[in-house]
T-cell receptor, first 107, second 113 residues
Framework: AQRVTQPEKLLSVFKGAPVELKCNYSYSGSPELFWYVQYSRQRLQLLLRHISRESIKGFTADLNKGETSFHLKKPFAQEEDSAMYYCALRGFQKLVFGTGTRLLVSP | SQTIHQWPATLVQPVGSPLSLECTVEGTSNPNLYWYRQAAGRGLQLLFYSVGIGQISSEVPQNLSASRPQDRQFILSSKKLLLSDSGFYLC????????????FGEGSWLTVV
């Protein structure tokens, strides 16, 4: 079965502080992991995916198969990073999401 | 370029009434199609997905159903709505196969009263 766990419902940090949004997954096959973001009044959109190994808006995420994790990190949070973040796992055909973490960045 | 649209954007329906949410994708062919429900505290829940016309996989047993009458059309339905069906419904699509991004529609707010 595919399962994604995001243990934190809310993460509140100050501007300039480091951010780590946790994501753990369960999947017996070779997973594809994604982070999606939803800013206020905007549609859900892809932030990054593990196969690209890219940095988007200063965010990075490394797939750790040993720990079955795909944590999202940013060294210095900005106020515009405030949003809802979803970790997602793609198996054979379907994409399964975690429950999401709301990130609030205060000035 | 590819686009996805779903409608209506908002809907208020009485308990026991039927439901039909429609989603269409343009600019691509033979996409994977998905219906998700976004509920507070429960994240994004996959309801149905389809890899082809008439092929529907149901993830969560409930009083909702989905149909794919055409290649790029995905419909979410119910014969009799329950209060618990209230929520934000998202249609999404992707190119078939691994490594492809999933793109989401604007969403539909359903309130069952």
């Amino acid at each position: 079965a595919q399962r994604v766990t995001q243990p934190e419902k809310l993460l509140s940090v100050f501007k300039g502080a480091p951010v780590e949004l946790k994501c753990n997954y369960s999947y017996s096959g070779s997973p594809e992991l994604f982070w999606y973001v939803q800013y206020s009044r905007q549609r859900l959109q892809l932030l990054l995916r593990h196969i690209s190994r890219e940095s988007i808006k200063g965010f990075t995420a490394d797939l750790n198969k040993g720990e079955t994790s795909f944590h999202l990190k940013k060294p210095f949070a900005q106020e515009e990073d405030s949003a809802m973040y979803y970790c997602a796992l793609r198996g054979f055909q379907k994409l399964v999401f975690g429950t999401g973490t709301r990130l609030l960045v205060s000035p | 370029s590819q686009t996805i649209h779903q409608w209506p954007a908002t809907l208020v329906q009485p308990v026991g009434s039927p439901l039909s949410l429609e989603c269409t994708v343009e600019g691509t062919s033979n996409p994977n199609l998905y219906w998700y429900r976004q509920a507070a505290g429960r994240g994004l829940q996959l309801l149905f997905y389809s890899v082809g016309i008439g092929q529907i996989s149901s993830e969560v047993p409930q009083n909702l159903s989905a149909s794919r009458p055409q290649d790029r059309q995905f419909i979410l339905s119910s014969k009799k709505l329950l209060l618990s069906d209230s929520g934000f419904y998202l249609c999404a699509w992707s190119v078939q196969g691994r490594g492809h991004t999933i793109y989401f529609g604007e969403g539909s707010w359903l309130t069952v009263v």
